[in-house]
């Protein structure tokens, strides 16, 4: 994507101009790499979520030889959220990643079926998720709403008749 229409969507920041509780977050799905399972494509990803209630919920991605049964770090850690508080809102999500096998230089966008998940807990909890993407050489990309990333989404209301 070109440089000027990712700055639509999102916001590129520095590490240290962030809050002290998102370099946190940052700093929990740096560290939730570590339990990423990926043995077949070697690419880690960490996903962090701060909940309204304090609570910090962190995922990784885990992979399966069966490749379609594996999730992404942002969906484990989403719906571990949504099972353990159910009530709770969802403030934030931050994203870091690395590979075992080349060097990850900027950072990365989450799939369209893990935007589409942040979404419907956007619509559900009728607050903005704030997104925040990281690299191992501190890129930061701040998207301040899901509904941003997938615009005209699939929205439970159109599941009904009408
Ligand atoms: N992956 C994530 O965990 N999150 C993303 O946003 C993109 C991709 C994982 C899935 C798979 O385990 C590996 O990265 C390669 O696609």
């Given at each position: 994507?070109?440089?000027e229409?990712?700055e ?5 920041a520095k590490?240290?101009e962030?809050?002290s509780?998102?370099?946190?977050l940052?700093?929990n799905?740096?560290?939730?790499l570590?339990?990423a399972y ?6 880690l ?6 909940l ?23 969906r484990v ?9 159910p ?6 999500i ?8 080349f ?13 589409q ?6 619509d ?7 997104v ?8 930061v990309?701040?998207a301040?709403t899901v ?6 989404m ?9």
């Amino acid at each position: 994507m070109q440089e000027e229409k990712l700055e639509l969507l999102f916001i590129r920041a520095k590490l240290l101009e962030l809050s002290s509780e998102e370099q946190a977050l940052i700093k929990n799905a740096k560290d939730s790499l570590n339990s990423a399972y990926a043995p077949y494509s070697g690419f880690l990803v960490g996903a962090s979520i701060l909940l309204d209630n304090g609570e910090v919920i962190n995922g990784s991605n885990q992979e399966n030889v069966a490749y379609p049964s594996g999730l992404c770090a942002e969906r484990v850690a989403l719906f571990y959220a949504g099972a353990r508080f159910p009530d709770a809102k969802i403030k934030t999500i931050a994203v870091s990643v690395m590979s075992k096998n080349f060097k990850v230089t900027d950072v990365i966008s989450p799939c369209g079926a893990c935007r589409q998940v942040m979404a419907e807990y956007e619509d559900k909890q009728e607050q903005a998720i704030k997104v925040i993407l990281h690299s191992p050489t501190d890129q930061v990309l701040i998207a301040n709403t899901v509904e941003s990333l997938l615009p005209f989404m699939f929205k439970s209301p159109l599941l009904k008749q009408h």
